[in-house]
């Protein structure tokens, strides 16, 4: 919802999340705790938090934080199990979402996670624009590699990789997980796919392939990222992930019944 300019009142994200824990997903992301002036939309996020209801849902909530004041709100709330940080390898996206350089931005990712420890949560670090980035900024498995080993250094175990604008390649998403599953085994390696509606089977193959077992999805694929460029990249289609992995004839354990009326929902909801 985040990239949606037109607010969307609290009362649909609060229907959409309700609905959307009826289906049986490992996590849910349901909000930010970010600048209201830089994205407006996620400004009610604590109101949603407060009256979305958990009864009867095995799913854990997670949200998105910039700094640090963003993970102490986060906290405060018991239902939220995963904080999620974007910490990019390009140092101009980096500061233009987080308004910090990669190397100051660490010293945040080590000033949440003790935050998180505190509370009892646990922190997923979004390496962006792991796959490339539209500024010209230097990229490579390498680059990727040595921001990868800091954190590592710092104890961080949920990695997801971030294709923020929709470039990785089926050679390249193959290489990253073949290569960095191998040399960081204690970390648990998620994918973050955008895509185009023609492009979203060999962002996911490759991955599952080489050892991903978490992938993040919005129905329809609606949305992207605000703060990445001016033309929005659409998220991976959970519904071409659930297509996926049943043709693959993984368990996903999800209630078809409840997916389709969740997808209702989002038609409902959501611009478009």
Sequence with gaps: MQGIHQFIPTADKVRYINALLKVG????????????????????????LNEIDLTGSHSKLSVIVANVRGAEEACQHEN???LGFPFSISE????????????????TVEAIKATCEKAGKQLVVYLSMAFGNPYDDPWDIDVAGKWIDRLSEMDIRY???????????????????????RHFPQMDFGAHFHTTPETWREKVEPAYKNGCNRFDGAIK???????????????????????YFEEQGVATG??????????????????H
């Design 25 to 48: 997903f490992h996590t849910l992301d349901c909000g930010s705790f970010v600048s209201p002036r830089y994205i407006p939309q996620m400004q009610d996020t604590a109101k949603v």
């Design 80 to 82: 939220v199990t995963y």
């Design 92 to 107: 101009t996206f980096q500061l233009r979402n987080t308004n910090a350089t990669i190397e100051q931005s660490l010293h």
């Design 159 to 181: 990695v997801s990789l971030s294709d923020t604008i929709g470039v990785a390649t089926p050679e390249v998403i193959t290489y990253f997980f073949r290569d960095l599953t």
């Design 221 to 243: 694929g609606f949305g992207g990222c605000p703060m990445a460029k001016d033309d929005l990249v659409g998220n991976m289609p959970t519904e071409r992930l659930v297509e």
């Design 254 to 271: 999800l209630n078809r019944e409840a997916f389709f009326e969740a997808m209702q929902i989002a038609l409902e909801v959501f611009p």
